[in-house]
């Protein structure tokens, strides 16, 4: 169990930060902090992550890789812990944990650790003339306190990435899971705490009203993960303090399905795509546009892959999740009056159960077609052909990933060329989230900032463009100095001009 901190009459409900930080008091190198935020619950645990920062503690890359390197012994060893968490959470079945609540989080943590020395080093720069014998680099510099508030889906997975890369960048964090996911937070506030060192990472245990305390203070970063409207909130806390923020939101991803495709292996991508976590996926195939033609022979391959997975009764499958809530559940269960049941379409109130369902006959302008599907819904929306597809993404806001399925590369790329999104897959789901490689995010209404791999190390970091000049040769620099002239602007232009690649010099 962790201690709470208690600075005098300033005890933030329910946060796990160390035995030093009761100590604080909120005075210190941190009191600007509380001095600003006098009454707010959470202003002494800022300050004093704020004076462990200035200690500059986090700072060493062996301090960074020592607790990046317990945060991996928690995975290892409260793995079945994780697992059970999560089951009881939302009944995530356990390769689906294990795939991306374990494993991708530990692909993340290798990565940094095998790059983290490299990542770290300041980047020298081209000079000009006038800077030639100076030295003009790149730090790497840690942002300083930074917030990290994470959704339910994937619990674990959504605190821990966007974590090693903001310990790798040399940061102090509070981290915010998510209150609905009742049994993976109490793991994540009581037993995470104990690996790391509780004078530079906190977690909170808050719900709506006391996140809205937490936001008030001072962050120098916010990395938030949820929902577009909450992350409307989140950002205009942080423009309160012009803090920075990554924003990794939801929408509706299209999944365009050509004629020319291979049907059955389409039908187990999309629907294992769409069928993951019962649906609660951010980057899941929120609805699949094509033709009549391919509708009539995607609907048989669909049934037929969603009896390959789950059986002829999916709810007795132990390989399919249930409905995070009962909110979700009433929720999700009403965007089935939209359009027809082709497939699926039972529910089951008491178990918060929907089974895979793929709905037909719909209008754009129904409901499931106005918001984030997140449940294990397919709708299907005819459309003639690429061109209509392209034009029915466009004429909606970005989503975080577009899917396109064809046997023709070209209808792959031109998808892809004409639409924007936060990520793109061809002729599958999900799997661009598996690469550390790419940068993972949103753009428009699904987010703002990229993560995984040397992203998410960027994107806690602060890139500090550094210019060191030697003391002397004050005769060069007396060029710039007044009283100016013509021919000393000549010099200053002859040797700092960046000349276009091409241009002749001659003339
Ligand atoms: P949510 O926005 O309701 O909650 C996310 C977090 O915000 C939680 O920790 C919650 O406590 C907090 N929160 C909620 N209301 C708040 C408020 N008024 N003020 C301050 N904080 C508040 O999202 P959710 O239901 O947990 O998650 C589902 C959404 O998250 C979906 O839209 C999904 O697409 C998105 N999502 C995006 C990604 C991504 O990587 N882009 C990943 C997972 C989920």
Same mark, same amino acid.
């Given at each position: 169990?962790?201690?709470?901190?208690?600075?005098?009459?300033?005890?933030?409900?329910?946060?796990?930060?160390?035995?030093?930080?009761?100590?604080?008091g909120?005075?210190?190198?941190?009191?600007?902090?509380?001095?600003?935020?006098?009454?707010?619950?959470?202003?002494?645990?800022?300050?004093?992550?704020?004076?462990?920062?200035?200690?500059?503690?986090?700072?060493?890359?062996?301090?960074?890789?020592?607790?990046?390197?317990?945060?991996?012994?928690?995975?290892?060893?409260?793995?079945?812990?994780?697992?059970?968490?999560?089951?009881?959470?939302?009944?995530k079945?356990?390769f689906?944990?294990?795939?991306?609540e374990?494993?991708?989080c530990?692909?993340?943590?290798?990565?940094?650790?095998?790059?983290?020395?490299q990542?770290?080093k300041?980047?020298?720069?081209?000079?000009?003339?006038?800077?030639?014998?100076?030295?003009?680099?790149?730090?790497?510099?840690?942002?300083?306190v930074?917030?990290?508030?994470?959704?339910?889906?994937?619990?674990?997975?959504l605190?821990?990435?966007?974590?090693?890369?903001?310990?790798?960048?040399?940061?102090?964090?509070?981290?915010?899971?998510?209150?609905?996911?009742?049994?993976?937070?109490?793991?994540?506030?009581?037993?995470?705490?104990?690996?790391?060192?509780?004078?530079c990472?906190?977690?909170?245990?808050?719900?709506?009203?006391?996140?809205?305390?937490?936001?008030?203070?001072?962050?120098?970063?916010?990395?938030?993960?949820?929902?577009?409207?909450?992350?409307?909130?989140v950002?205009?806390?942080?423009?309160?303090?012009?803090?920075?923020?990554?924003?990794?939101?939801?929408?509706?991803?299209?999944?365009?399905?050509?004629?020319?495709?291979?049907?059955?292996n389409?039908?187990? !991508? %999309? +629907?294992? =795509?769409?069928?993951?976590? /019962?649906?609660?996926?951010?980057? #899941? $195939?929120?609805?699949?546009?094509?033709?009549?033609e391919?509708?009539?022979?995607?609907?048989?391959?669909?049934?037929?892959?969603?009896?390959?997975?789950?059986?002829?009764?999916?709810?007795?499958?132990?390989?399919?999740?249930?409905?995070?809530?009962?909110?979700?559940?009433?929720?999700?269960?009403?965007?089935?009056?939209?359009? !027809? %049941? +082709?497939? =699926?379409?039972?529910?089951? /109130?008491?178990?918060?159960?929907? #089974? $895979?369902?793929?709905?037909?006959?719909?209008?754009?302008?129904?409901?499931?077609?106005?918001?984030?599907?997140?449940?294990?819904?397919?709708?299907?929306?005819?459309?003639?052909n690429?061109?209509?597809?392209?034009?029915?993404?466009?004429?909606?806001?970005?989503?975080?990933?577009?899917?396109?399925f064809?046997?023709d590369?070209?209808?792959v790329?031109?998808?892809?060329?004409?639409?924007?999104?936060?990520?793109?897959?061809?002729?599958?789901?999900?799997?661009?989230?598996?690469?550390t490689?790419?940068?993972?995010?949103?753009?428009?209404?699904?987010?703002l900032?990229?993560?995984?791999?040397?992203?998410?190390?960027?994107?806690?970091?602060?890139?500090?463009?550094?210019?060191?000049?030697?003391?002397?040769?004050?005769?060069?620099?007396?060029?710039?100095?007044?009283?100016?002239?013509?021919?000393?602007?000549?010099?200053?232009?002859?040797?700092?001009?960046?000349?276009?690649?091409?241009?002749?010099?001659?003339?």
């Amino acid at each position: 169990m962790q201690q709470p901190l208690e600075p005098p009459g300033q005890q933030p409900p329910g946060s796990g930060a160390g035995k030093a930080a009761e100590d604080d008091g909120g005075g210190g190198k941190g009191s600007a902090d509380s001095n600003a935020m006098s009454g707010n619950p959470y202003a002494g645990l800022v300050s004093h992550l704020r004076a462990a920062w200035l200690s500059g503690k986090t700072r060493p890359m062996e301090y960074r890789v020592a607790q990046l390197e317990a945060l991996g012994r928690f995975l290892d060893e409260k793995k079945q812990d994780i697992l059970e968490a999560t089951a009881l959470d939302m009944g995530k079945p356990q390769f689906e944990a294990e795939f991306s609540e374990i494993l991708l989080c530990k692909n993340e943590l290798h990565e940094t650790l095998n790059n983290l020395s490299q990542w770290m080093k300041d980047e020298q720069v081209d000079r000009n003339l006038v800077t030639r014998l100076d030295s003009a680099f790149i730090r790497k510099d840690p942002y300083g306190v930074v917030l990290i508030i994470a959704p339910w889906n994937y619990p674990i997975h959504l605190i821990l990435v966007p974590l090693i890369g903001a310990i790798a960048a040399g940061n102090c964090v509070v981290t915010k899971p998510s209150e609905k996911t009742t049994n993976t937070e109490r793991l994540v506030a009581e037993v995470l705490p104990n690996y790391l060192d509780k004078d530079c990472f906190a977690v909170v245990t808050a719900g709506v009203q006391e996140t809205t305390r937490l936001l008030e203070n001072k962050f120098d970063y916010i990395f938030y993960t949820g929902s577009p409207s909450v992350g409307r909130i989140v950002m205009a806390a942080a423009a309160k303090h012009l803090t920075p923020v990554t924003l990794e939101l939801g929408g509706k991803n299209p999944c365009y399905v050509s004629d020319t495709c291979d049907v059955q292996n389409v039908a187990r !991508r %999309v +629907a294992w =795509g769409r069928f993951f976590n /019962a649906g609660q996926t951010c980057v #899941a $195939p929120d609805y699949v546009l094509c033709s009549a033609e391919m509708q009539e022979k995607l609907l048989p391959a669909l049934r037929k892959t969603i009896t390959e997975f789950f059986g002829p009764n999916p709810q007795e499958s132990p390989d399919f999740a249930r409905i995070v809530g009962d909110r979700h559940f009433q929720r999700v269960q009403a965007l089935l009056r939209s359009g !027809r %049941v +082709a497939i =699926g379409g039972e529910t089951d /109130a008491e178990a918060r159960y929907i #089974a $895979p369902t793929v709905l037909v006959d719909l209008q754009p302008s129904d409901p499931i077609m106005q918001e984030e599907i997140f449940g294990p819904i397919l709708p299907i929306v005819i459309v003639a052909n690429v061109d209509e597809a392209i034009d029915f993404i466009n004429s909606r806001e970005r989503p975080l990933v577009v899917y396109a399925f064809s046997s023709d590369d070209k209808v792959v790329n031109q998808v892809l060329e004409r639409t924007s999104s936060g990520g793109f897959c061809g002729n599958d789901t999900l799997m661009h989230v598996m690469l550390t490689s790419l940068p993972f995010g949103g753009i428009g209404s699904s987010g703002l900032g990229m993560y995984h791999g040397r992203f998410t190390f960027d994107a806690f970091t602060h890139h500090r463009g550094c210019l060191h000049r030697g003391m002397g040769r004050e005769a060069l620099n007396a060029l710039r100095y007044p009283p100016y002239s013509q021919q000393k602007l000549g010099i200053v232009r002859a040797a700092s001009e960046v000349k276009r690649k091409g241009s002749c010099t001659l003339l």
